[in-house]
């Protein structure tokens, strides 16, 4: 169980999960929690969002007898900035992880999607002994680099830096975000459009701004070697499980995903009618193929 301090959040509303707050690796990291007891499944959100994304998959994996938590990753949601002068890299998110998974349980299953799910993967190459099962949801990293492309990628991202640090803070109204979610490449329903901006924002004056750093909208300094990740990969001894949704815009080209899906020993099951998102796109399909493929790991 996390050290516990919700004081300065403020009440979730309906049928909601706890709110906590731990300290990991410097930053004050926000929990979202769901049920008692059982084994303890940890959901991991990707990029640019929030905990409150699993809203519609939690409450099955309480149904089917696990503790649930949702880590907001720092720079997101609820959860810590990091400092003037810092930044962003994958290896601060195995750090946090392996800081905060201890203050949960022994062992613990990762479903985690997207950004989230490279972080996860990594994070189980590094510490295999933590992770009883992984649930990768479009999560195995982005197409192989160059190395030759490096310089050009430092030298694209302290630019980024400087542009960030002249531009005025975007604001905005609720409406403008869940439109955003509901009409642009996410094609959330309405309902889950307005659930990921409620809890993706915060007042600002009479608008609102989302929550996330904006830190995280530059480009990475560091080039995806996919020679580098094999070691990460082969490191998983877990059993994993690969989703994706079958009209995603963002599918790795099938050569690469094969190799990545033959090191993991991977199964994989595609969501029909989901996209980048098959957690909000098809909760219930999502749900029910996370839940079968838990119950062979436990």
């Known amino acids: 169980m996390p050290n516990r301090d919700s004081a300065h959040l403020p009440p979730l509303l309906g049928d909601s ?3 906590h707050l731990v300290t990991a690796n ?3 990291h926000h929990l979202l929690e769901w049920g008692e007891s059982g084994p303890v499944v940890v959901l991991l959100h990707g990029y640019l969002e929030h905990a409150h994304t699993w809203h519609m998959v939690a409450p099955r994996l309480v149904a089917a007898g696990y503790h649930v938590y949702g ?9 810590e900035w990091i400092g003037a ?7 601060d998110y195995t750090a946090d992880l392996a800081a905060i998974v201890p203050q949960l349980a022994e062992r613990v299953a990762l479903v ?3 950004m989230g799910g490279g972080a996860a993967v990594t994070y189980t190459g590094t510490f295999p002994d933590r992770v009883s099962a992984l649930v990768s949801v479009e999560g195995l990293g982005v197409p192989d680099s160059d190395p030759d492309i490096a310089p050009d990628r430092h030298r694209e991202w302290v630019e980024d830096l400087a542009r960030l640090a002249e531009r005025t803070p975007r604001r905005f109204t609720l409406e403008a975000a869940e439109r955003r979610l509901h009409e ?3 094609r959330f329903s309405a309902e889950a459009a307005r659930h990921m901006a409620e809890h993706g924002t915060r007042a600002d004056g009479d608008a609102r701004s989302w929550k996330f750093d904006p830190l995280h909208q530059t480009g990475s300094p560091q080039p995806y070697y996919t020679a580098q990740a094999r070691a990460f990969w082969r490191r998983v001894t877990c059993p994993v499980l690969y989703i994706d949704g ?9 050569t690469e995903l094969d190799d990545r899906l033959r090191i993991l020993r ?6 029909p009618g989901a996209g980048h998102h098959p957690h909000l796109q098809r909760p219930d399909s999502f749900s029910d193929e996370v839940v079968k493929f838990l119950e062979t790991t436990f």
Request: proline letters at 7%.
């Open 112 to 114: 985690a999607h997207s």
């Open 184 to 186: 642009g490449v996410f």
């Open 266 to 271: 991977a199964q994989r099951v595609t969501i």
């Open 26 to 28: 410097r930053l004050r």
């Open 71 to 79: 880590l907001d990753w720092r720079g997101h949601g609820d959860s």
């Open 85 to 91: 002068g810092g930044y962003y890299h994958f290896a």
């Open 17 to 19: 999960p706890r709110s």
């Open 246 to 254: 079958s009209d995603s815009p963002l599918a790795l080209p099938a």
